[in-house]
């Protein structure tokens, strides 16, 4: 195998290099690579034969992961009791809560790290910044980010990681019975997202709504949680604002990506932290070996406080109960410029160009996921004679969704593609579905590509992801929509590792971007959710190449026939 990788790679001309690379980029695992260099054929004539006396042994993946549990030395060291009953492995869960806030709390940012660690180490039931179902919730979406065995709530199935963490801290919620302790609003959060990553974003709705009314009812009692912590009443003060910045930003983001209106009225007295730059505030690649950088942490948090009210000042006019009859592009610009004045405002740390770790990434992906939604939706009400307003309107789509995937390629060039955080799903998902309708430019066909490297090695994890993937798919052979070839191999790939029971595991109302804003100008009620549109297109292209045996010409649009089966 080795010798016909490097034969591939001598000969960058030939289509194979191509295939191979996006292949690898993917994080495709290695029995793919090589069916790849195997079906290829691509040896350079200068190399040693590949029958050569020299002879490897093949090594499985478990002896890889031995190695690598060697030399794992989570950067947080606690306890799994009194905390979780799935688990009493300490080292386990010091690596899963290491995962979480490397991977995960950098992006959505609502619970504050270090009071947070300090309960847990100390191992007290009652505590303020611990408990736990927000261990267990914690955990769980950590599993999501871990290739350990004990990931898995069943070792064999890769599709259950963290299950069984998810599943008792559904239970510990339920013993609340209506209770909000601190603990409980910001382990609402990660139960929305925990669920959705799951395939289960209708579950996860009911948490997001439970979430807005939980945020409520801590904003209703702040002074008095604050008051009741005596002398760590600082620490708790810190706490409520990261939580009330953290998910204040995440709630209109949610909302705007299911194009649903705001579940409640939007925050207007969040609190500014310093941005001091605290030297102790530092992030760690765990369980990559590199030193601390600084985190940002307070700048993240004022910069999502700063962007979150015009988001949720979108998503309100675009999808509220009191939406206008059609969508003014003169409105649109001017959220558009908002959207601008505080991305400029930003502390020159985090400003763009200044990325450099994913929490920058994530708040620069947010802007221009919003700007994606609303030009796209906009993008429809405007007159065909008004080519000028149109043509500029569509620049601004292609440019974010470009910049998605450029921001994507950085942290791939930067960072593994398993540690790519959740939101990341929603990004490229969008910005596939956004370039859909611009490949007759080259700069769109490249980022589309790099967008779609990025959500197939998403989909290789997570069960939401490969949803997304295979909606973007189906909507592209719906549409007739000729891909760039170098997208041929990863579809390919994908239509292999797709199966009947990966569309039934889905109960989720993610829409179709491509079908919802195109049902914003006419009296359609087609239903544009995942799991609804999977069921119905699915079965299509499963009965297109059932009679055409051809799965990259249906991953491409390609054939006539298939066009026209799925278009009727």
């Known amino acids: 195998m080795l010798l016909r990788l490097v034969g591939t790679i001598r000969n960058q001309n030939e289509p194979a290099f191509v295939d191979v690379i996006n292949l690898i980029r993917s994080n495709a695992p290695m029995d793919e690579i090589n069916a ?8 350079d004539h200068a190399s040693v034969e590949d029958d050569g006396p020299a002879k490897i042994p093949k ?6 992961m ?5 030399t794992d030395i989570p950067v947080f060291q606690v306890p799994a009791k009194p905390w979780t009953s799935v688990t009493a492995d300490d080292a386990f869960v010091s690596h899963l809560i290491s995962l979480y806030f490397t991977w995960q709390q950098p992006t959505f940012m609502w619970v504050d790290r270090d009071p947070f660690l300090s309960d847990m180490k100390a191992g007290k039931l009652g505590s303020r910044f611990c408990s736990p179902l927000l261990v267990n919730i914690l955990l769980a979406v950590a599993c999501f980010y871990s290739d350990y065995p004990e990931s898995f709530a069943n070792p064999s199935d890769p599709t259950t990681r963290g299950e069984h963490f998810f599943n008792e801290a559904v239970d510990l919620l339920k013993k609340e019975e209506g209770r909000v302790p601190f603990t409980t609003f910001q382990a609402m959060g990660d139960m929305y997202t925990c669920a959705c990553v799951l395939g289960k974003d209708r579950l996860g709705w009911q948490y997001l709504v439970e979430t807005a009314d939980c945020m409520q009812q801590i904003m209703s009692k702040q002074k008095k949680i604050i008051a009741a912590a005596k002398e760590k009443g600082e ?21 705007i990506s299911f194009q649903k209106p705001p579940l409640i009225k939007r925050p207007t007295s969040l609190n500014r932290l310093p941005e001091n730059h605290d030297p102790n505030d530092t992030w760690t690649p765990y369980p990559h070996h590199a030193g601390p950088k600084p985190a940002h942490t307070n700048c993240l948090l004022n910069g ?6 015009v988001v949720w000042d979108i998503t309100d006019y675009l999808f509220g109960d009191h939406k206008p009859s059609t969508i003014s592009v ?14 400029e405002n930003l502390p020159e740390c985090i400003r763009p160009g200044k990325t450099s770790t994913i929490g920058a990434m994530d708040l620069h992906m947010r802007y221009h996921n919003t700007v994606m939604v609303m030009s796209g939706i906009v993008s429809t ?7 000028e307003t149109k043509n500029r309107i569509n620049s601004q789509r292609m440019s974010s969704a470009r910049q998605i995937g450029t921001l994507l390629t950085q942290y791939r060039s930067t960072w593994p593609t398993e540690r790519m955080p959740m939101a990341m799903m929603q990004y490229s998902t969008l910005a596939l579905f956004t370039l859909l309708e611009g490949l007759d430019e080259k700069q769109n066909q490249v980022s589309f590509v790099e967008n779609l490297i990025a959500l197939r090695a998403l989909a290789r994890r997570w069960q939401m992801a490969k949803g997304m993937l295979r909606l973007v798919q189906l909507t592209a052979i719906k549409q007739e929509v000729q ?11 994908f239509e292999t590792d797709w199966s009947t029971n990966d569309r039934k595991s889905f109960s989720s109302h993610y829409p179709n971007f491509s079908v919802a804003i195109q049902q914003q100008s006419d009296d359609s009620i087609d239903d544009v959710e995942l799991d609804l549109l999977l069921e119905e297109w699915d079965n299509l292209a499963v009965s297109a190449g059932t009679s055409e045996n051809d799965t990259s010409g249906q991953s491409r649009g390609a054939s006539s026939e298939t066009k026209t089966s799925t278009s009727n």
């Open 381 to 387: 009400s405007i007159g065909e004679d008004d080519t």
């Open 483 to 493: 891909l760039p070839p170098e997208s041929d191999i990863l579809l390919k790939d």
């Open 235 to 255: 620490q708790m003060a810190r706490s409520i604002d990261v939580a009330f910045s953290g998910l204040s930003s995440f709630i209109p983001t949610s909302t």
């Open 66 to 70: 031995d190695v690598k549990r060697i």
């Open 304 to 309: 999502h406080s700063d962007l979150a009210p």
């Open 59 to 64: 090594r499985s993946p478990s002896m890889y």
């Open 36 to 43: 790849c260099l195997t079906a290829s054929q691509v040896v």
């Open 330 to 343: 003169a409105d649109i610009d001017a959220f558009h410029q908002r959207l601008d004045t505080v991305m």
